[in-house]
């Protein structure tokens, strides 16, 4: 026997709003539970949820008033247009790493090659709009977490997006091949940073970097030159306040038009630089 439904749109709004929730946050479970649009939703506050979505709410409601991510609660993130699968082996794919990929397909257009590598590639957000984007491009999406892997595996899956996979601690999962573009979002948050507790609920290993955040960028752009072909491009997300350090070592390690964008706040986000094109200048020898 089917059981009768007992709780309708608009109550479950209100155990939400008495749970601290916030609406629009419950408005998107619920569409989740019920496979509805949102305007749907808002049209139909009178409807009852059937039961396999009221027998679920309860739970979804708790995880995320307890702080969990929206993304980890509905188990999905939009990312350049793609739906991407997420989980907590994952970091949850953030706006402001969409820049990231524009400067990336801006580069491919006048890289010495089609190849790519996404170093981290966590949730294969980047490869994956990369490879979206760019239907000949061949990308390596690398990590060393297997777990973060498979679920990267299983979006591109689920996409039709043909990605290739390596794990990996950054550079040695690329093997002996040489790439055009090489892309990176890796950890840059300092071990001591205030702001970890708010993102307690995502993977700190893919978050933290050093005392000073700075313990995977580096040693990322100090290896990268004898994976990379002349004329390719490093590109690299980090902190709001590493923007400088980062032109530092991208110039030390022999990088030139190195350069920074700012992300949609205005704060200097992503930073780059492309290997010259010829053989490296010599200095000249010293009188």
Not at 17 to 32: E, S, Y
Not at 92 to 115: G, K, N, Y
Request: with cysteine; net charge negative.
């Amino acid at each position: 026997m089917v059981p009768e439904p007992v709780l309708r749109v608009r109550q479950a709004l209100a155990q939400a709003r008495a749970r601290g929730v916030a609406r629009l946050d419950a408005q998107w479970i619920l569409c989740h539970l019920l496979k509805q649009p949102r305007p749907w939703l808002l049209a139909h506050d009178d409807a009852f949820l059937p039961p396999s979505a009221a027998a679920a709410w309860p739970d979804l409601l708790a995880r995320r008033a307890g702080g969990e991510p929206l993304a980890y609660v509905l188990g999905e993130r939009e990312f350049c247009g793609l739906n991407l699968q997420v989980s907590p082996a994952v970091l949850v794919p953030r706006p402001e790493t969409e820049l990231l990929v524009d400067w990336a397909l801006e580069c491919l257009d006048e890289a010495p090659s089609q190849d790519v590598i996404d170093l981290g590639t966590g949730s294969g957000a980047v490869a994956l709009a990369v490879r979206n984007a760019r239907p000949h491009a061949r990308v390596l999406a690398t990590d060393a977490s297997a777990d973060a892997l498979r679920v990267a595996q299983q979006n591109a899956r689920q996409l039709g997006l043909d990605v290739s996979f390596a794990q990996g601690d950054w550079w040695a999962a690329a093997g002996g091949q040489r790439f055009g573009l090489a892309v990176s979002n890796p950890p840059y948050i300092a071990e001591a940073d205030p702001h970890l507790a708010a993102l307690q609920h995502e993977p700190q290993g893919a978050l933290t970097a050093g005392a000073d955040g700075l313990g995977a960028l580096a040693p990322l752009i100090r290896h990268a030159p004898p994976h990379l072909l002349p004329g390719a491009w490093l590109l690299l997300e980090h902190g709001h306040d590493q923007a400088r350090a980062v032109q530092t070592l991208l110039q030390a390690a022999g990088f030139e038009a190195v350069s920074t964008r700012p992300d949609l706040a205005g704060l200097p986000r992503c930073t780059g630089g492309r290997l010259p094109a010829g053989p490296p200048r010599q200095r000249p020898a010293a009188q």
